[in-house]
């Protein structure tokens, strides 16, 4: 890993009221890498998201995405750069189709406004149809072509998950940020999602990820931090994490041996 | 024929409205404050009521009077604008498209029932500017209202009728009543509106006002920039509103504050969410049941009671009220969607999902 980060945060720091949720956070992550992000519960994993991707505005803290520093003051402007993410209770657009909710995805990286929509003048059409074609790529993409054109409630848990993905990946992104993907699957379900992981690895983008089992992290992940109480208290490869004593005491509540 | 004539303005209104509330799904309960902004528009230009805006100026300011006065030229001050509708109609469009904006602005943050709050007050305050308007400078005319305002004039015709003819209208050598007229005009910019409607429905912009709808945070995240989206909703919605506007001061020849209550917001709304929120036919057709309801009562109620019973024991005005809360309550008890869903909100799994499980 000789290349410069994709995203390197540095001394992020973020309260609510007295209790402080991240503390002098730094997190490196390299193109074409899988980061995994753990800790117990509370330890200020999803905080860390909502800062990253701009939902929540930290204290202190220095970003930088591809060597150029960003600053994650609104959602869309990270979306815009390049961080794309999931959300720990799905979020979906619950009654557009799959389809449609893929389709919204490409909003960021596409230009018509009112007179295109009104008159669908050439370029407008030539868009619009981009759009469509690339949401159908992605639906094939993450597994689900066949449900295009069912409401995305109406989808099973699982599938949601991957579209949430899709729509997710619809926006070109360089750093996909995962909260908890594997939350509620099944063992094949989760067979299927480690699958998708190497395939957007490869051929997309790096991929930020908070998930709780430890086996899919353990096999996935290329490097780990460790949350707790808002700070990090290991970062390595998952073999080294797994030996780690401070992690091994935060997660087994045990005295450090 | 006047019925429909009205009916079609209501539809062009819950077309609007329902752009505001059923695409991008902001409570708007003070919308008919744009169809105001348009009819009053309509009202000052296209009436002698600018004479009059003059007159007053030169009363209180005569130096801002006089620099006007010079400005619009001799014939303004004597007879006040008399301008074409092709102006008037671009005008009342972006000027209610501007205010919508403007009164849009300050309720981005807002969700809701603040959201519906907010938008009352705002609905109430444009009504109370007209209401009050009248001085120290009279530019509304305050409660008396705006009267003499030009009949539409397309291509030399007069929708009004001819002088002489009784109000008959001679279109390429038909001659047709003037509510006719009317009806056709309003018939065609319904479709103009129901077209614009649906194609903004399934665009860029459409899939952006209903993923806010959905479910803000996750727009957001996908790159929508919520703020200019939602003020694009309120703009697009409030344009319908303020063309619709001038078209019923057109119509009606008269305007005045007392046609732009608060009630009148709440039966748009009411519309919109009877036919089917957010679809565009439910739309429609809510507009055009609600519309004809009271017609028909005044026509129905007097007569039956008179036959049945030898005297009037409910008012149609009365009875309306009753039927129009009655419907609401049942509608939102045994089909909260409305009557004409669209499709995918219909609460039951759509027919793709047997196909999809073979």
């Given at each position: 890993m000789t290349s410069a980060p994709l995203l390197h945060i540095e001394q992020v720091s973020k309260r609510f009221g007295g209790l402080q949720a991240l503390s002098d956070v730094e997190l490196k992550i390299y193109p074409h890498q899988i980061v995994g992000l753990i800790g117990p519960n509370g330890a200020g994993k999803t905080s860390l998201f909502n800062v990253i991707t701009g939902l929540y505005q930290a204290e202190t803290g220095r970003f930088s995405l591809s060597g150029k520093s960003y600053s994650p003051s609104a959602p869309h402007r990270v979306a815009q750069?390049?961080?794309a993410r999931t959300f720990q209770n799905i979020r979906l657009f619950a009654d557009m189709t799959a389809c449609e909710n893929v389709m919204v995805g490409r909003h960021v990286r596409t230009h018509q406004g009112i007179l295109g929509a009104i008159l669908r003048?050439?370029?407008?059409?030539?868009?619009?149809?981009?759009?469509e074609q690339r949401a159908h790529e992605l639906l094939e993409f993450v597994g689900i072509a066949h449900?295009?054109?069912?409401?995305?409630?109406?989808?099973?848990?699982?599938?949601?998950?991957?579209?949430?993905?899709a729509r997710a990946l619809a926006t070109d992104p360089i750093l996909l940020a995962l909260d908890e993907p594997a939350a509620g699957m099944n063992h094949s379900e989760k067979d299927n999602l480690h699958q998708l992981l190497l395939k957007i690895k490869a051929q997309c983008c790096a991929i930020l990820l908070i998930e709780h089992d430890v086996k899919l992290m353990m096999s996935i992940c290329d490097?780990?931090?460790?949350?707790?109480?808002g700070k990090i208290i290991a970062e390595g490869e998952p073999h080294e994490i797994q030996k780690n004593p401070a992690v091994l005491a935060a997660y087994l509540g045990g005295e450090v041996a | 024929m006047r019925i429909i004539d009205v009916a079609l303005l209501y539809v062009l209104l819950a077309l609007g409205l329902n752009i505001v509330v059923?695409?991008?799904?902001?409570?708007?309960?003070?919308?008919?404050?744009f169809f105001a902004i348009g009819a009053y528009l309509a009202g000052l230009f296209a009436s002698p009521q600018f004479a009059v805006v003059i007159e007053s100026l030169l009363m209180e300011y005569p130096a801002a009077g006089a620099a006007l006065s010079s400005l619009v030229g001799t014939d303004v001050v004597a007879n006040g604008f008399h301008?074409?509708?092709?102006?008037?109609?671009p005008l009342s469009a972006v000027v209610a498209g501007l205010f919508g904006a403007i009164l849009g602005a300050p309720t981005l943050k807002l969700r809701g029932d603040y959201l519906a709050i907010v938008t009352l007050g705002f609905g109430e305050i444009i009504r109370i500017f007209m209401n009050n308007l009248n001085g120290p400078i009279n530019i509304t005319n305050g409660p008396q209202g705006i009267n003499l305002i030009d009949p539409i004039q397309i291509a030399g015709i007069s929708l009004a009728g001819q002088t002489g003819s009784g109000?008959?209208?001679n279109v390429a050598g038909f001659m047709l009543p003037s509510v006719n007229a009317y009806y056709f005009l309003f018939l065609i910019l319904s479709v103009i509106t129901i077209f614009v409607s649906r194609r903004l429905q399934d665009s860029r912009l459409g899939r952006a006002w209903i993923a806010i709808r959905e479910d803000e945070i996750a727009a957001k995240s996908m790159g929508i920039n919520v703020r200019n989206v939602k003020l694009l909703a309120f703009a697009m919605g409030a344009t319908f509103g303020g063309v619709a506007g001038a078209m019923f001061a057109a119509f009606q020849g008269f305007i005045s504050p007392e046609s732009f209550s608060l009630t009148e917001s709440i039966v748009v709304l009411a519309m919109v969410v009877l036919g089917g929120i957010g679809h565009i036919a439910g739309v429609v057709m809510g507009a055009v049941l609600l519309a004809a309801l009271p017609e028909i009562l005044r026509h129905t109620v007097t007569p039956i009671q008179m036959a049945l019973l030898g005297e009037v024991w409910i008012d149609a005005e009365v009875l309306r009220q009753l039927l129009y809360g009655l419907a609401l309550v049942c509608i939102m008890l045994i089909r909260p969607a409305g009557l004409w869903p669209s499709p995918v909100r219909e609460n039951r799994p759509v027919k793709v999902d047997a196909e999809a499980k073979l």
């Open positions: 750069a390049g961080i003048h050439p370029a407008a059409r030539k868009e619009e149809a981009e759009i449900l295009t054109d069912r409401a995305a409630r109406h989808l099973s848990y699982g599938d949601q998950r991957r579209l949430e993905i490097r780990i931090t460790v949350l707790d109480y | 059923g695409f991008a799904g902001l409570l708007d309960l003070g919308y008919i404050a301008l074409s509708v092709w102006i008037i109609i109000g008959m209208v």
